[in-house]
């Protein structure tokens, strides 16, 4: 019942928070424009999306394997990443004011779903066929996702809410239900690297490409990831390193999303022109 009761709050939310942002970042007569053509924008998008629906769910399908498999190999990094940053999110802890705990739950738990949600749907929605940056966002997420998946098949890692006495799983032990839901599409040993702020700042280096089209939305990324990424560790679920190649991981999957698309939609077009060529003259045409 506590998980249904949080998904179900955590989705509303992430709705409310979606249609505002495309009213304020995309505005009422686009989203209203896009409505007219919505099949041929689905169309323009579905190899993109069809692939990153299809990674997802072999990711969800596989996870009992995946888990266990780990398990058998047994490379546990937890000590040495503790040993390469010692008591960072212990000191983070300690600095940060409890009245703030409300507010980095709700942006771990609805902030990062937001940003994965929110910044498709604003390029969906955004003027231009093409869908660019949609396109560039889906690849970077699949990338983040891959990347994730093979680390936390091949790596066992604890947070520091796990392995420190130092350390205070804050947000499950003043809202234990959350718990219910996180333990239901990840493992405790998904921890390196940290797929909460690889994810974010994907979504903000698209957004940062797109700011001269969406002015409005790269700052509203901006902030919420920054609240994610700080979240992941005063709650205890993540180490500066996780953090720290989490954010290489964003930024290195925009990057290399960027080369993907612009191949993919090379071929695109050159199959398009193919397909249109005007047709060879019969003998004694002019």
């Not at 323009?44 to 692939?51: F, K, Q, T």
């Not at 490409?209 to 679920?237: E, K, Q």
Request: hydrophobic fraction near 50%.
């Amino acid at each position: 019942m506590a998980l249904l009761e949080v998904t179900a709050a955590t989705g509303l939310s992430v709705m409310a928070g979606t249609a505002v942002t495309a009213l304020l970042c995309v505005g009422p007569r686009q989203v209203s424009r896009a409505m007219t053509d919505v099949d041929e924008r689905i169309r323009g998008v579905a190899p993109y999306l069809g692939a990153a629906v299809a990674l997802l769910a072999v990711k969800q399908l596989t996870q009992g394997y995946r888990l266990r498999f780990s398990r058998a190999l047994g490379w546990n990094i937890t000590d040495e990443l503790y040993a390469l940053e010692g008591g960072f999110v212990a000191g983070l802890q300690d600095v940060t004011p409890e009245a703030t705990l409300e507010f980095f739950t709700v942006s771990y738990m609805v902030g990062f779903a937001f940003l994965l949600v929110a910044g498709p749907i604003t390029y969906f929605l955004s003027a231009g066929r093409r869908q660019r940056h949609l396109k560039e966002l889906l690849v970077a997420y699949m990338l983040n996702y891959a990347v994730g998946t093979v680390c936390y098949t091949l790596f066992i890692s604890y947070g520091p809410r796990n392995h420190l006495e130092t350390v205070s799983g804050l947000m499950y032990r003043v809202y234990p239900q959350t718990q219910d839901l996180t333990a239901a599409v990840a493992s405790n040993t998904n921890v390196f690297p940290s797929l909460h702020t690889s994810l974010s700042v994907a979504v903000v280096a698209v957004a940062w490409r797109s700011r001269r089209t969406h002015p409005r939305w790269t700052p509203v990324a901006a902030a919420v990831a920054v609240a994610v990424v700080f979240s992941t560790m005063y709650l205890g679920i993540h180490w500066l390193t996780d953090v720290v190649a989490g954010a290489a991981l964003g930024v290195g999957s925009v990057f290399a999303a960027v080369r993907i698309v612009d191949r993919a939609e090379s071929r695109s077009l050159t199959a398009r022109d193919d397909t249109h060529e005007e047709p060879a003259g019969r003998a004694g045409d002019d």
